[in-house]
Each structure stands twice: as structure tokens, then as C-alpha cells.
């Protein structure tokens, strides 16, 4: 069952439906201030930091799931509703939701009144702008009023929803003019407010969270709506809100525009003040700028088109035509905008993460940049330096930072033995991106000490050498606390309920990984690649031959028969083998270590797929383990604590499908290579949406597995690694666009039913016009020249390149 559509002309997903299985959301900005949308209004809005710098409160664990956000009330007579329908919960005569790139509409009636809210983050500034359309279209006269509110979260999120001796004695607002100021420990040491204005003279206001709602009411049917009266309150503790109530009588046809605010000014501390920090009046001169420059249509609307055009940019450095439109409105539109989201927000803040905790994470980040590096490069260069600088100078690594201060984050600890070689993917990938090797002479410090800077080439040095000097007993890398599988926790040994699986580490063992020995293997190989280019014959060669010795390791002591094991625990047992009574395959080392062509020559690489597809995938894709562990296992940590089927024990964890179906491509396998792809793609499930019942539109982290109770249905969506992995699998190696230190890789790999694929790719500031066509006669044509490669050599910038590519 479908509850919506995609419309990709306007790059849209359109819902019809509030009743959505759960709330199906959207992102709103690109730059510092962000909000989080659902097609009902609800969500919450943030600068830079969900933790540390939130506007608006949201409600974890809430009934109804979803209320709270952009809370806006029609009153028409007796009656009122919600163009978002909730909060208000008044069925509507018609209702569209439209999800667009960084905005969102809802086009919602009732009885002859009908609505237009349109939801959107400037590009370049710190707000978010609600522009909300009423027309009468009944044939008499309306006296309406409209009520719009946001309820102002104290800051910090964490401190919000714990501390509450505190927090009901803090609260401070000022009202002037039609906008309602927030402006909470602004008086001690917060040089920042928050604001929410209206562009119209208003009827009255509030700012006491009570007031509004009245006794034994909630923010369904408020008493200030009910009565068509506002308190004009002022909040001393407790609660703020801002809420402005207009009044307007609407004569058939006509209609009225709204133009509500939520905006976050940030002051010089010299200049906080209008007069005297003791008179208490906040200095509203930026904000007053702000409300100035959007107070009008025109403005707004061409804000809305400066975005459209920001995205027909980002959206323009790879386009495909296949003539599968599930294919090419994943590629086309949805898969990179996630990647987009994923790349600025991290694991933070979604409707599954809470933005409460987790800061970026070292592998998290430099995988999302996989997915995004094309886009704006700049940014990826950025975001390379700073993980660098969470490095220790043993290659080692904090395992996250906080986006705010950019240090390592104690809490999350260090020692998972991967995150080092993640470093060297995401630089390899960037160069190759852009030619650009001048980001190896960057000096980024280690553990962001000053005076420890080294060229990020050291680092990258440092990452490949962290895995040599931690090897276990087969030759094999020491796991740490955990490789990418953070609930693999092979030294854990936790008792203790509540001890966190990932940073306590119990005992000191040699356990060791198979999936970062496929890891080495892969991104081994691209650092002795960088070492070629930039002349260090010795070091490549060095590399060369580690990498070697790794791969015979895996081949000595990873392979199992018939298919890689995954780990050797504390007591040098098998894990992920069959001799293990659960847990006896998993999917990570086969995807990994065929990406990694070890095994492609001797036919190990084919058997280990083999496996994977019989034992791990059926219908919703293919599971992360399988038989799933029944009970806890103590020596095996978290995996073990999720029942069978979901998360970590046996899901389809989307995130690692990709590395399988690029296996595939490797293993010359199109036709299931594709498959794997498609079993977990939005857009193909769409038509399963009451099962799968996360957006259609976004990869989720997981799908309950073969052995769940609710196989197919999906859990945390967005913020998923899957984002940048599916991309990279989709654009690279199914339809094989891959750059690489030399120029364009093409070598495409699909099934039969794909015949002519045209594919726009700006690569280096050059466009290539590629063209795949099916023929016996195979090869590659660069401008009308066949060429002896399957490397289309670097254009001029500027310049148009037409390659043909017969497969
Ligand atoms: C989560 C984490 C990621 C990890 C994965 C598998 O998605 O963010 O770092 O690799 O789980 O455990
Ligand atoms: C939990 C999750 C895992 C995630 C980790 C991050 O263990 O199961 O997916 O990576 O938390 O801290």
C-alpha cells in the first residue's frame, strides 16, 4: 500500500495521507540552522548542535508520537483546524504533504477554506520561515482567526528535559512589535536569543505555555484557540512560548498571507544589550533585520527559488537516464539528498537519534563523505582535516567529536580498530574526486594538540601503520573494542546491566578481525596508490607488501570453507563460522573481503557470495548474521543483547547490502548484484509502505530480518550510513561511473534489461556526456576516439567530453 507519490519533476514525495504508519519527515537548511519536519508540522528546530543550541522543544517518547513543531490553528467560527492536521487532529476535506529539497508544503482544506504552509530555511540565514496562505473559497464571508506557535526548548536539550528545579524558574521572553523574543539565560552567560515573528499586526499574543493552553488542555484544542482570545502572558519560568493570534474577515475569494518566523540571533557580547545589561532589554537590531528582509511575498518566493537552484547544482554532478524511473529518481534525487542529511547531521539528530547525544563518529563521518564528496568538495576537505585532527599520533583514534568544539569526545572512547583505515578511504576518495593532492600537505595536529601537526599524509601513514603494529596471533587485525559492528564487543565481557557494551572493555584479549583484515586489504592498497603518486616508491612497496601478507592471512585463517568467518574472540575461537551453532555466517567479511578481491581468483570470492545470498537474504533483503543468536553470549557482547532478527543480531542492516552488491559487480555478477541492490531501495518498496512503514522516499538503518517477528518492517530512518554506501554502489559499480587518481573509471554492470543509459557526470569542473549502449562489440570512446582503457583521462575544466561506452 502506497500513502503518497513521488512527483519527480518537482523532486518531490507528495503524502496524502496524515495517517502515515509513522511520521514520514523531511530536512529543512543546509548551512547552521536546521529543522526536522513531519507531514504533520511536528519536529524541532536547532543551531548547529540538536544538544547544545535547541529552539524548539520536542517530546521523546510523546502520545501521540508527534506533536509539538510548527503548531498552527484556522479558527472558523466554531470550528477549528490544523493546515498540518495535527495538532488540532481535524480530519480535512483534502490534504498534501509535499517533502521537497529543503522545503515542505501542506496544501490542506476545510470547509471551503483552504491552505497553503510553506516551511523552508533560507539558505545563508539562521531561521525558518512558515509562509501560510488562507483563501476563502466558499461564496460568503469568513471571520477567521489564525493562532501560529512554537514552545521554545531551554537550550540545551539534555538539561531541558532533566532539569527541572532549575528550568521552571529560568524562562524569559520580551515581546515587541509583533515578534515574541526567547531569550533564556541570555542575562548570564548566553549571547544568543531566539525569536518568532509574524509579519502582520496581531490581535494578541502568548508566551506562558499555560495561559495558552489552559487547565487540563493540551495543544489539541487550546483554551486560546477555543475562545478566539489570547492572554497576552507573559512567561516568568515555567514554560515560553511564542504565539500570535490574527484575526482577519475573508470575503469569498480572498486570501491572506502569513509570513511566521522562528529565527536565532547570535550577539557580540559587547553588543547583547540595548542600554544597561540591568534594564534586561536584549539588543534586537539583527533580529529586526531578518524579519525586514522577509516580510514580503516576493522575498520569501525567491528565497524558495534561490534554494531550488542551490539544488539543481548539487543535483546536477550526476544525472542518469536509465529508463527505470525507480532508478533514476533514487539516483537523481533522493539518495543524494539524503547523503546530503547525512553528511551535515551526522548520527545526531532524527526522529530515531535524539540529538541528545551521539557527536560525529570518525568512521560514521568519513563513510558519509563516500556519498557526498562530489557534491561540494570543499566541504569533504573540511571535514577531512577535522577527523584527522581527533587522530592520535599512534593512528589511533577518538571514536567521535563534537561538532561544536571539534575535540574527541571521552565518553565514546577510542580503540575501535577500524576507524583509522576509514581515513584513508574517504582522503583516497576525495582526491580522486578532485585531483586535488594538496590536501596531503595539510598540517593537521594529532588529538588537537597544538604543536603536534604533521602533513595529513603522515596521518594517513599513521592509520595504515596502526593496523600493522595491531595484529593478533593469525596475522589477522586485533578487533579493540569493535570494528565497524559496534556490537560485536569480542572484550567486553559485561555483566552489569546499564554498563555501555562499546567503551567498557572487561579484559585485554587478542581477538581479531576478519572484516578490518578486508578493510586493510581494500584501503592498504589505496594509500600505496596515494604513496605512487606522490613519488615514495619504498613506502608503496612496503604497503604493497603488507597488504599481501594480509590477504594470505585471510586466506590461511578467514576463509571457512565456504565463506569468510568474521572475527576470533578472546579465546581464539571461530566467530561467524560453521562451527558455531548461531552466528554462523555474517555478511560483513564476505562483502568486505570481496570488495577487496580476495578470494576473486581462486573461486572463494564466488562460493563466499553463494553463501551469503542462500543463507542471509530472502525477500526484504540480506540479513547482517544468521542463524541470530537466541541468547546473550558473554563473550560476544551487544549483538548478542537484540532479540532475534533485529539490529546488529540478524536485521538486514541496510548499511553493509552495499558492500555485497559491489562484491557482486566484482564477481561478475550483474543480475544479483542489482537485486541486492533493489530488495532494500525506497523506491521500489514503496508499494509495501504499510510493512516497510519508514518514508519511501530514505534509506532506514535496518529492516527486521528473515527471523524477526516483523520481517520487512524497517527502524531508523535517515541517518544511516546506508546513504553514502547505496550511492556509492549505484553511481560507481552498478552503473560504474568511478573516479579514480587517473581520471573517470567506466565499467558499468547490470542486468541484461538495461539496454541505452545516457549519464551527466561534472567531474573536475568538466561535464561528460557518457552514453552506454549494448553492443557485442565492447569498448570505450572518448569524443568520437576509441580509447585503450577503461579510464576516461581528466578534461579541461569547462569543457564538454562525449564518451561512449559499448557493454
Ligand atoms: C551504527 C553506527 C555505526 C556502526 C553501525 C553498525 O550505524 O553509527 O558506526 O558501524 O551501527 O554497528
Ligand atoms: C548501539 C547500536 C549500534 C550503534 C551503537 C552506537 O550499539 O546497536 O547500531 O552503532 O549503539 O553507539
Keep these: 500500500m502506497r500513502y503518497g507519490f513521488f512527483d519527480d519533476a518537482k523532486r518531490e514525495y507528495v503524502i496524502e495521507t496524515p495517517e502515515t504508519p509513522l511520521p514520514w519527515i523531511n530536512y529543512l537548511g543546509s548551512n ?8 504533520t508540522g511536528g519536529g524541532y528546530c536547532f543551531y548547529r548542535d540538536a544538544k547544545l543550541r535547541r ?14 513543531g510548527r503548531l498552527y490553528y484556522i479558527k472558523d467560527g466554531a470550528d477549528f483546524w490544523s493546515p498540518t492536521f495535527l495538532p488540532a487532529k481535524k480530519t480535512l476535506d483534502s490534504y498534501r504533504c509535499r517533502h521537497g529539497m529543503g522545503y515542505t508544503v501542506f496544501e490542506s482544506s476545510r470547509n471551503n477554506l483552504m491552505s497553503e504552509l510553506t516551511c ?39 538539561d531541558d528535559g532533566t532539569n527541572f528545579q532549575r528550568n521552571y524558574n529560568i524562562g524569559e521572553v520580551e515581546v515587541e512589535d509583533n515578534t515574541i523574543y526567547h531569550k533564556t539565560e541570555y542575562r548570564e552567560r548566553r549571547n544568543h536569543y531566539a525569536f518568532f515573528s509574524v509579519n502582520k499586526e496581531a490581535d494578541g499574543f502568548d508566551t506562558d505555555l499555560d495561559m495558552f493552553i489552559g487547565k487540563f488542555n493540551d495543544y489539541e484544542a487550546p483554551l486560546t484557540v477555543m475562545n478566539g482570545k489570547s492572554n497576552n502572558s507573559i512567561a516568568h519560568g515555567w514554560s515560553p512560548i511564542g504565539s500570535h493570534r490574527l484575526e482577519y474577515t475573508l470575503t469569498p475569494g480572498e486570501e491572506v498571507e502569513l509570513i511566521f518566523i522562528l529565527g536565532y540571533i547570535e550577539l557580540d557580547k559587547a553588543k547583547k544589550w540595548d542600554g544597561n545589561a540591568a534594564d534586561g532589554i536584549i539588543n534586537k537590531k ?60 551526522s548520527r545526531s539528530a532524527s526522529y530515531y537519534e535524539s540529538g541528545q547525544g551521539r557527536g560525529m563518529g570518525f568512521r560514521d563521518s568519513c563513510q558519509d563523505l563516500l556519498g557526498f564528496v ?12 577535522d577527523i584527522a585532527a581527533i587522530q592520535f599520533e599512534n593512528g589511533g583514534a577518538w571514536h567521535q567529536y563534537q561538532p561544536l568544539t571539534k575535540r574527541g569526545n571521552a565518553d565514546a572512547g577510542m580503540g575501535f580498530n ?16 578532485t585531483g586535488d593532492y594538496s590536501i596531503l600537505d595539510e598540517m593537521v595536529p594529532f588529538e588537537n594538540e597544538a604543536g603536534t601537526e604533521k602533513p595529513l599524509f603522515e596521518h594517513l601513514r599513521a592509520s595504515f601503520n596502526y593496523t600493522l603494529n595491531n595484529l593478533g596471533p593469525h596475522g589477522l587485525p586485533l578487533i579493540g573494542r569493535a570494528d565497524w559492528n559496534d556490537c560485536l564487543n569480542l572484550n567486553c565481557f559485561s555483566e552489569e546491566p546499564g554498563e555501555s557494551f562499546q567503551t567498557c572493555a572487561n579484559i585485554e584479549s587478542n581477538a581479531e578481525s576478519v572484516f578490518i583484515a578486508g578493510m586493510f586489504v581494500l584501503y592498504g592498497r589505496q594509500y600505496a596508490e596515494l604513496c605512487l603518486k606522490l613519488g615514495s616508491k619504498d613506502e608503496a612497496n612496503r604497503a604493497y607488501e603488507a597488504v599481501e601478507k594480509m590477504n594470505e592471512a585471510v586466506l590461511a585463517h578467514g576463509w571457512d570453507g565456504e565463506w569468510f568467518i568474521r572475527a576470533y574472540d578472546s579465546n581464539g575461537d571461530k ?29 572463494r570470492a564466488v562460493t563466499a557470495l553463494k553463501a551469503a545470498k542462500e543463507k542471509l537474504t530472502f525477500e526484504y533483503g540480506t540479513c547482517l548474521l544468521a542463524p541470530a543468536y537466541k541468547e546473550y553470549h558473554l563473550n560476544l557482547g551487544e549483538i548478542t543483547s537484540y532479540p532475534p532478527g533485529y539490529k546488529e543480531n540478524g536485521s538486514v542492516f541496510c548499511h553493509n547490502n552495499p558492500w555485497l552488491s559491489i562484491a557482486e559487480t566484482i564477481a561478475g555478477n550483474p543480475d544479483e548484484a542489482f537485486e541486492i541492490y533493489r530488495r532494500i531501495c525506497p523506491a521500489y518498496i514503496e508499494d509495501i509502505s504499510e510493512k516497510h512503514r519508514t518514508e519511501p522516499y530514505v534509506y532506514s538503518q535496518t529492516i527486521a530480518g528473515q527471523e524477526a517477528p516483523t520481517a520487512g518492517e524497517a527502524k531508523n530512518s535517515w541517518l544511516t550510513g546506508t546513504a553514502a554506501w547505496t550511492f556509492v554502489n549505484v553511481s560507481q559499480y552498478l552503473l560504474g561511473i568511478r573516479p579514480n587518481l587517473d581520471g573517470l573509471g567506466i565499467n558499468p554492470c547490470l542486468p541484461e534489461r538495461f539496454k541505452k543509459i545516457t549519464i551527466k557526470r561534472i ?45
Design 32 to 39: 547552521k540552522f536546521f529543522g526536522l519536519i513531519s507531514n
Design 55 to 68: 529552539l524548539t522543544r520536542y517530546r521523546y517518547n510523546n502520545v501521540p508520537r508527534d506533536t509539538g
Design 120 to 158: 523552508f530555511v533560507p539558505r545563508e540565514e539562521n531561521c525558518e520561515i512558515n509562509r501560510l496562505v488562507i483563501k476563502n473559497t466558499s461564496g460568503e464571508s469568513k471571520d477567521i482567526s489564525v493562532v501560529g506557535a512554537v514552545e521554545f526548548c531551554l537550550w540545551n536539550a539534555v
Design 286 to 345: 539583527p533580529a529586526n533585520e531578518l524579519i525586514n528582509k522577509y516580510n514580503s511575498t516576493e522575498s520569501v518566493l525567491n528565497e524558495l527559488n534561490a534554494l531550488s537552484t542551490y539544488w539543481d547544482n548539487l543535483l546536477g554532478k550526476y544525472i542518469v537516464e536509465s529508463g527505470d524511473e525507480k532508478l533514476d529518481r533514487m539516483v537523481n534525487i533522493w539518495n543524494q539528498y539524503q547523503c546530503m542529511t547525512t553528511f551535515n547531521m
Design 374 to 385: 562530489h557534491m561540494v568538495p570543499e566541504r569533504a576537505r573540511e571535514r577531512i582535516l
Design 418 to 433: 577500524d576507524d583509522p583505515l576509514w581515513l584513508i578511504a574517504c582522503t583516497h576518495a576525495y582526491i580522486s574526486e
Design 575 to 603: 566467530v561467524g563460522s560453521k562451527e558455531n551453532n548461531d552466528g554462523k555466517i555474517f555478511i560483513e567479511p564476505q562483502g568486505m573481503c570481496v570488495m577487496a578481491e580476495i578470494g576473486v581468483d581462486d573461486g
Design 763 to 807: 567531474f573536475r569542473e568538466a561535464l561528460y556526456n557518457i552514453i552506454f549502449e549494448r553492443s557485442n562489440e565492447k569498448g570505450l570512446w572518448v569524443d568520437g576516439k576509441k580509447i585503450d582503457s577503461d579510464t576516461v583521462p581528466v578534461a579541461p575544466a569547462k569543457s564538454i567530453v562525449d564518451v561512449l561506452c559499448k557493454y
